[in-house]
């Protein structure tokens, strides 16, 4: 009895090493992923650990909370930027260079900015709206996360500043587990439509043409999913901002009757490198042959999708 029960320790010991590996090696690995400026300058998380913390805020141009954030980002920047390292990460989804640098502008902001363009990071980090905070210790241990700029935040951004972070708990990053790929079927031609719940209303206001291209865009890729039955029409949705209850409400509103179903890890809007809501990728045999984010003229995308029926 005595040696099954050492036999089942070291087993489970043995899991649990395995798995404590995976994980750590999991964590280590979104210190790895580059992130570049717009003008070019590329870094890494890694690149801080053991020198000094880092404050991430990750937003977008057209994000209404993020800009009401800004003050706030830069005087945490004026306050705190000799101890912490403190970035602006753009999401870099139906964004630009532009777009960013006449934000930088109109808000006066030095703070360092720089662009998740692969989505990679954003992934890594759970990200599923904006604006979110990420602040991680001189260890590299993340000790806050949350969206909104709160007294907790600066209090939490104050302790990392002065190197008094070691009693603070680490806080859980949700792990990135591969999932089966949501594009199932490769032996025929599939067509990936790329949106998401709200881009249709959210950005109505501060960028209309992006707002109407995701209304055209739902519409005729609801018209060519009936036109072309022989075709597989997959609809996947960004996770940001999206649960089963926005997903239905978006189904319900545009009438889909093809699959449409959440990106719930972003797996496949990075597989894809997909930044813009919409874009319609067209695959042959499991390869690209097709991709648009321009539905303005309906007969041009109409014409490239019936090209290879």
Same mark, same amino acid.
């Given at each position: 009895?005595?040696?099954?029960?050492?036999?089942?320790?070291?087993?489970?010991?043995?899991?649990?090493?395995?798995?404590?590996?995976?994980?750590?090696?999991?964590?280590?690995?979104?210190?790895?992923?580059?992130?570049?400026?717009?003008?070019?300058?590329?870094?890494?998380?890694?690149?801080?650990?053991?020198? @000094?913390?880092?404050? %991430?805020? !990750?937003?977008? =141009? $057209? /994000?209404?909370?993020?800009?009401?954030?800004?003050?706030?980002?830069?005087?945490?920047?004026?306050?705190?930027?000799?101890?912490?390292?403190?970035?602006?990460?753009?999401?870099?989804?139906?964004?630009?260079?532009?777009?960013?640098?006449?934000?930088?502008?109109?808000?006066?902001?030095?703070?360092?900015?720089?662009?998740?363009?692969?989505?990679?990071?954003?992934?890594?980090?759970?990200?599923?709206?904006?604006?979110?905070?990420?602040?991680?210790?001189?260890?590299?241990?993340?000790?806050?996360?949350?969206?909104?700029?709160?007294?907790?935040?600066?209090?939490?951004?104050?302790?990392?500043?002065?190197?008094?972070?070691?009693?603070?708990?680490?806080?859980?990053?949700?792990?990135?587990?591969?999932?089966?790929?949501?594009?199932?079927?490769?032996? @025929?031609?599939?067509? %990936?439509? !790329?949106?998401? =719940? $709200? /881009?249709?209303?959210?950005?109505?206001?501060?960028?209309?043409?992006?707002?109407?291209?995701?209304?055209?865009?739902?519409?005729?890729?609801?018209?060519?999913?009936?036109?072309?039955?022989?075709?597989?029409?997959?609809?996947?949705?960004?996770?940001?901002?999206?649960?089963?209850?926005?997903?239905?409400?978006?189904?319900?509103?545009?009438?889909?009757?093809?699959?449409?179903?959440?990106?719930?890890?972003?797996?496949?809007?990075?597989?894809?490198?997909?930044?813009?809501?919409?874009?319609?990728?067209?695959?042959?045999?499991?390869?690209?042959?097709?991709?648009?984010?321009?539905?303005?003229?309906?007969?041009?995308?109409?014409?490239?999708?019936?090209?290879?029926?």
């Amino acid at each position: 009895m005595m040696i099954l029960r050492n036999f089942l320790t070291a087993i489970m010991f043995t899991i649990g090493l395995s798995m404590f590996t995976l994980v750590h090696a999991q964590d280590n690995k979104m210190f790895d992923i580059a992130v570049t400026s717009i003008d070019g300058k590329s870094i890494t998380l890694n690149e801080y650990v053991g020198k @000094k913390p880092v404050y %991430l805020k !990750f937003w977008a =141009t $057209w /994000c209404v909370p993020c800009r009401e954030q800004m003050p706030h980002l830069q005087e945490t920047y004026e306050t705190f930027g000799d101890d912490v390292e403190v970035i602006a990460v753009n999401i870099y989804i139906n964004d630009s260079a532009e777009a960013i640098r006449a934000t930088q502008q109109e808000f006066s902001l030095t703070v360092p900015v720089m662009v998740d363009d692969t989505g990679e990071l954003a992934q890594a980090f759970d990200l599923v709206g904006t604006p979110y905070h990420i602040l991680i210790d001189i260890d590299g241990k993340v000790v806050f996360k949350g969206h909104d700029a709160s007294a907790q935040l600066d209090k939490t951004i104050k302790l990392v500043s002065a190197s008094n972070s070691k009693t603070l708990p680490a806080v859980e990053i949700e792990p990135l587990i591969a999932q089966p790929s949501l594009v199932t079927s490769t032996d @025929k031609l599939t067509a %990936l439509y !790329f949106t998401s =719940t $709200w /881009c249709d209303w959210y950005l109505a206001e501060s960028r209309p043409v992006i707002a109407k291209n995701c209304i055209a865009g739902q519409q005729q890729a609801n018209a060519l999913s009936k036109a072309t039955p022989d075709i597989n029409w997959l609809g996947i949705t960004s996770r940001l901002w999206t649960g089963e209850k926005e997903l239905h409400e978006y189904k319900d509103k545009y009438q889909i009757d093809y699959s449409l179903v959440i990106d719930s890890n972003d797996q496949e809007f990075v597989r894809y490198k997909v930044k813009d809501f919409p874009t319609l990728i067209l695959l042959q045999d499991g390869k690209e042959k097709f991709r648009t984010s321009d539905f303005s003229d309906e007969k041009k995308v109409a014409d490239a999708i019936l090209e290879f029926k």
